[in-house]
């Protein structure tokens, strides 16, 4: 008997777009012999609705990503009152306005990126469900989305990371001078301007004078009011897979990939990472010594394992000349398509895609339901 899975793609953030690349690629490559899947798309508006579940329909066209659509039919969301440990059933309004079950549902595999989906929100609806999901939970889930809540986690941790303050927009809009004249007395420039809780690059700007500042803090406060202000580190972008641990072994790890960026980038942002622009160049594995390796993979493992993380996650981290490994950011649910870093670091250790997808689901089907 196969297991149905739910695919949760799109949603309200700023990545949807790049959710539904995720969800195309995983529709195409998914062990279908051993999983029946459902896919449900989430528009913009936070609508769920029925999508298509053919890999053409969610594809990068002349760079335009595409988007969930509000023309299907509506998805319900089940009843609590299911015994834990069953399937779910989902349904749907048809066309005539009956509501009709649509699938008994054995796992939820979420794809969505950034808030309300990867911050701890859709964690909450299904641990409520007590439904098995791929990824970590809620606290672990929200903190991770919160780079300052994850950077206050690694320090206490014992792991590096760059310094920086965080900055709310009312502060900002009643004390900027003072929040200035406070960088530059502490922080040397470079700094790195990030919203808070967005992923892949969005709102982040890199500051080389102080009179730049403004407008990169309108640039993150467009994304998120609350913004981390860092210093810039000098150091080669080396980034790491993680899974998690199988059969009661250890926390698994990547060789670590490096990221090179050309001299017309300024920093490896959202633009370059998924639409082609300026020059980069992804090593896997990383040119660095054995040593340098290992130690990103340890530093990797025990983030991981800090942050109560559960079922995946991607580590960026910076080496420096003096071989010190400081963590940049931590993404429970990496970007995932089959070019994606994450991917193609599990390639490189022999996991192939589909390997990769069902190594996620048998993790969150063997994981109990409830607190762990």
Aim: aromatic share 6%.
């Amino acid at each position: 008997m196969r297991t149905t899975v739910a695919l949760l793609f799109g949603g309200r953030s700023g990545e949807h777009g790049i959710s539904c690349v995720t969800a195309g690629g995983i529709l195409g490559a998914i062990d279908r012999e051993r999983f029946d899947v459902v896919a449900v798309g989430i528009t913009p508006e936070g609508r769920w609705v029925q999508a298509s579940d053919d890999p053409a329909d969610w594809t990068l066209v002349s760079g335009q990503a595409p988007t969930v659509g509000d023309d299907g039919p509506e998805v319900l969301l089940p009843s609590t009152r299911h015994r834990p440990g069953e399937p779910i059933t989902l349904r749907t309004v048809d066309a005539s306005g009956r509501v009709v079950p649509l699938a008994d549902v054995d796992v939820v595999l979420p794809l969505l990126h950034g808030p309300y989906g990867e911050d701890g929100t859709l964690q909450g609806m299904l641990e409520l469900l007590d439904v098995p999901y791929v990824g970590s939970g809620v606290l672990a889930s929200a903190s991770c989305m919160d780079k300052a809540a994850t950077k206050q986690a690694l320090r206490a941790a014992g792991l590096p990371c760059a310094p920086g303050i965080v900055v709310r927009e009312d502060h900002w809009a009643q004390e900027a001078d003072a929040v200035l004249a406070h960088l530059e007395k502490h922080h040397a420039l470079p700094w790195f301007v990030k919203p808070a809780r967005a992923g892949s690059s969005l709102g982040v700007s890199k500051v080389t004078r102080p009179e730049e500042l403004e407008h990169a803090m309108k640039t993150a406060f467009a994304e998120d009011p609350k913004v981390l202000v860092e210093e810039g580190v000098t150091g080669r972008e080396v980034e790491c897979g993680v899974l998690g641990p199988r059969d009661g072994g250890e926390v698994r790890t990547t060789v670590p990939g490096e990221v090179r960026i050309g001299e017309d980038l300024a920093f490896y942002d959202y633009e370059a990472k998924y639409f082609g622009k300026g020059t980069v160049e992804i090593d896997v594995p990383a040119a660095l010594p054995d040593a340098a390796l290992e130690e990103v993979r340890e530093v990797a493992a025990r983030a991981f394992t800090a942050l109560g993380l559960e079922g995946l996650a991607r580590v960026d981290v910076f080496v420096t000349e003096a071989g010190e490994v400081v963590v940049n950011e931590v993404n429970t649910m990496p970007g995932f398509t089959p070019y994606s870093m994450f991917p193609v670091l599990w390639r490189n250790m022999g996991v192939e895609y589909t390997a990769l997808i069902t190594d996620l689901l048998e993790q969150a089907l063997a994981r109990p339901l409830g607190s762990r």
